[in-house]
C-alpha cells in the first residue's frame, strides 16, 4: 500500500495508506484535542467511535467538519485544524457535553485526571451557558474493585472498547437513547452479577469520573488511628516503579526505599514487600509444577497439564466464569498478596503474640481486582480476612500528598524483617513473564540439583501478547506459554481447550497489558506505552542488583519452612498458601 501526502495548516505530511487526520497531525506535532479517541499502543486497538465530536476539523471542498479520528486521509487532502469556526464548533460540544454533567467536580474521584475537565479549561468554558433537560439519574453501582457513575459518562465508549475488544470479557454494552443512552452491563445489572473479571482496565481507560475504584483510604486511616490495632502494610513489586509519576518523576524511576519510608510516617507498624510472598509463592506453586509435570513424564493421564499461574485475580475469575471446563488447571497457590495475608496473620501474629482480628493488613497494589479478591469468602477465617484492604498506587499517592509528606525529602530506608526480605525473583513478579521466569529459576535447580548456567531467561520476556518458549531442564524440555492481556489468554486457552497442540506444560497469565505495570490501580498512562515499558526496565534493573535471584536462596523463606511450614506443598502450606477456584456462571 502506497503512502499518502496531506496539507494541515499549511504542513505537507505523508502517513500510510490507512492512516486518519488525527494521525497525520500527531505526526507533524498538532495537537487535535480528542476525548473518546484512544489508542491502545502495543494491543492494536483504536477506539473510533467519533462519538463526542471534539476533535472535529475543516477539510477543503466538505460542508460538513469532520471528525479527525475516524476521517482517514485521501491523497491531496488539505485539512484546517485551528479557524474559528472548528474553535466555536468544539466549545460548543463541551458546553452540551458539560450541560449534562454532574457539578460535582470537588468532591469527584477524577478531579485533577479529569479529561473532560482539562479540555473544557482548554476551550474556556467558564459556566453553565446551556441549559437543557438533565441526564436521567442512574444509581451508583458499588463493587468491592470500583464504582460506577453513570451520571457523568459521556458514551465516549472506551470502557465497552477496552472490555469487549481488549479484554474480550463482554460485560459492557451501550444501552438506550437520548438523554437515557449509557454504557452499562446487560439488563443494568451490578457489575458483580456479570462476567466482568474486576481487572479495572475499563477504569484505566475512562475519562471521566464515570468509572473509578472503590477507594479505601480513610479504611486504612481509621485503622491507623485505632491504638488496640497492629497495623501492617505490604508493597507489591510493580508499585515502586510507577510510585515516583506521581511526584513529577520520570516513568521507571526506582522509588523503593522513598516509599518505605514514606509508609512509615504515614504510622504503619511495619512495612513489608510483597515481593516476599512471590518467593513464597515461587516455592508451593514451583513445587506443585513439578511434582504436575512428573506425573505427567511417568504416564498418569489423569494429570491436568498445562498448570496456569494463579497469581492474577482477575486472570482467576476469568477463567471461573468463561472456561468452566478448565477449572482444575490452575495452580491451587495463593496469590503473593493472600499467602503474605495468611501468613502474616498467623506466623507473624503469632511471633508479636497479637490476636488475629487486632492486626490489620493493608496492600498497597498496583491491581483493582486485589480489591475483590481480598474480599472473597475462601481468603478469610471466621469472617476475619486474611488481607483486610486494599490501595491501589493512585490512592498511596493520594494519602502521601494528603499528609504533607515530600518523598523527595525524606531519607531512603529498608523494609522490615522477616517479611521484607526478597530476591530479584520476587521482583520480576511485576511484569509479563516474570513469574513463570521466577518459577523456572527454581524449578530448574530443584530438579536438576545443579546451579543455573545464567539467571536471565530473556526469551520469556518481551511485550508480544502470547509468547511461546522452551527452556531445556536436563531430561525434560519444559513447554511455557505467556499472555498478557485478557484478549491474548483467551486464543491461548482456547487452544489449551482444542487440545494443546504445542505441548504447552506451563502458562503465565496476567490480565493487564504489561502485566502488574500496567495495572488499573497505577498512574495513568493514557495508551502511551512507553510508559509501561519504561516501568517493565526499571523492574528488571531492580532484579539484576539484587544479591540474591533466585526464591529459593531467600534466608527468611528457609527459615519460614525450617520452622513454621515444613516443606512446601506441606499439609501446613497446603492449609495456609493454598485454594480451590468454582465455576461462575454470571450474564
Known amino acids: ?114 479529561e473532560l475537565q482539562d479540555l473544557s479549561e482548554l476551550c474556556g468554558l467558564t459556566g453553565d451557558s446551556i441549559s437543557g433537560k438533565a441526564m436521567s439519574t442512574y444509581k451508583k453501582d458499588y463493587s468491592p474493585s470500583l464504582i460506577r457513575d453513570m451520571d457523568k459518562c459521556v458514551m465516549c465508549r472506551r470502557c465497552e472498547t477496552m472490555c469487549n475488544n481488549v479484554q474480550t470479557v463482554g460485560a459492557l454494552s451501550a444501552i438506550n437513547r437520548g438523554f437515557d443512552a449509557v454504557v ?25 469520573g464515570a468509572l473509578t475504584e472503590n477507594n479505601q483510604t480513610w479504611k486504612v486511616v481509621e485503622a491507623l488511628a485505632d491504638p488496640s490495632k497492629t497495623v501492617v502494610v505490604q508493597t507489591a513489586p510493580a508499585v515502586r516503579v510507577a510510585l515516583g509519576e506521581e511526584f513529577g518523576h520520570e516513568p521507571g524511576t526506582i522509588f523503593t526505599n522513598q516509599m518505605v519510608t514514606a509508609l512509615r510516617q504515614i504510622g504503619f507498624n511495619y512495612v513489608f514487600d510483597t515481593d516476599f510472598a512471590a518467593d513464597l509463592t515461587i516455592m508451593e506453586e514451583g513445587t506443585e509444577l513439578l511434582g504436575r509435570l512428573q506425573n505427567y513424564l511417568d504416564g498418569k493421564t489423569e494429570e491436568t497439564l498445562p498448570i496456569l499461574t494463579s497469581c492474577c485475580p482477575a486472570w482467576v475469575n476469568f477463567v471461573e466464569s468463561q472456561f468452566p471446563e478448565l477449572i482444575d488447571i490452575p495452580s491451587s497457590a495463593k496469590s503473593p498478596m493472600q499467602m503474605f495475608g495468611s501468613i502474616a496473620k498467623s506466623y507473624f501474629a503469632e511471633k508479636l503474640e497479637v490476636k488475629r482480628e487486632d492486626l490489620v493488613v493493608v496492600s498497597i497494589m498496583p491491581c483493582l481486582a ?80 545443579k546451579t543455573l548456567p545464567r539467571v536471565d531467561f530473556e526469551e520469556l520476556r518481551g511485550f508480544d501478547g502470547v509468547r511461546v518458549a522452551s527452556v531445556a531442564m536436563d531430561d525434560v524440555t519444559l513447554n511455557i506459554g505467556i499472555a498478557h492481556g485478557l484478549g491474548n489468554a483467551r486464543a491461548l486457552l482456547e487452544e489449551v481447550r482444542d487440545g494443546n497442540p504445542r505441548n504447552i506444560h506451563a502458562i503465565e497469565v496476567m490480565a493487564c497489558p504489561g502485566g502488574c505495570i500496567g495495572g488499573a490501580g497505577q498512574p495513568y498512562h ?39 511450614l515444613g516443606k512446601p506443598m506441606s499439609e501446613k502450606a497446603h492449609h495456609l498458601l493454598h485454594t480451590a477456584y468454582s465455576v461462575k456462571e454470571k450474564v
Open 1 to 114: 500500500m502506497s503512502d499518502i501526502n496531506i496539507i494541515i495548516d499549511g504542513k505537507e505530511v505523508t502517513v500510510p495508506a490507512g492512516s486518519t487526520v488525527l494521525d497525520g497531525a500527531k505526526k507533524l506535532g498538532i495537537d487535535i484535542p480528542t476525548l473518546c479517541h484512544l489508542d491502545l499502543h502495543d494491543t492494536k486497538m483504536v477506539n473510533q467511535s467519533a462519538s463526542c465530536r471534539v476533535c472535529v476539523v475543516e477539510i477543503d471542498g466538505r460542508r460538513n467538519l469532520a471528525p479527525s479520528c475516524a476521517t482517514p486521509a485521501i491523497e491531496g487532502m488539505t485539512i484546517r485544524t485551528n479557524t474559528i469556526r472548528v474553535m466555536e464548533a468544539r466549545k460548543t460540544v463541551l458546553e452540551l457535553l458539560v450541560s449534562d454533567h454532574p457539578k460535582d467536580c470537588l468532591a469527584c474521584a477524577k478531579a485533577g485526571d479529569c
Open 184 to 208: 452499562s452491563a446487560a439488563f443494568e445489572l451490578p457489575m458483580e452479577e456479570t462476567v466482568c473479571t474486576h481487572c479495572g482496565q475499563c477504569v484505566a481507560v475512562c475519562p471521566t
Open 370 to 449: 486485589k480489591k475483590f479478591e481480598a474480599s472473597r469468602e475462601e481468603f478469610s477465617v471466621d469472617g476475619n480476612p486474611d488481607v483486610d484492604l486494599v490501595l491501589s498506587t493512585r490512592e498511596l499517592a493520594d494519602l502521601i500528598k494528603k499528609m504533607n509528606i515530600d518523598p523527595d525529602e525524606l531519607e531512603e530506608s529498608d523494609f522490615d524483617r522477616p517479611l521484607g526480605m526478597s530476591t530479584g525473583a520476587g521482583v520480576i513478579f511485576g511484569s509479563t513473564g516474570g513469574v513463570i521466569e521466577a518459577a523456572v529459576r527454581t524449578a530448574y535447580e530443584l530438579r536438576t540439583g
Open 526 to 564: 493514557h495508551g502511551d506505552a512507553s510508559i509501561v515499558r519504561a516501568r517493565q526496565n526499571a523492574i528488571y534493573e531492580i532484579d539484576k542488583n539484587m544479591p540474591l535471584r533466585k526464591s529459593h536462596e531467600n534466608p527468611a523463606i528457609i527459615e519460614l519452612y525450617e520452622t513454621y
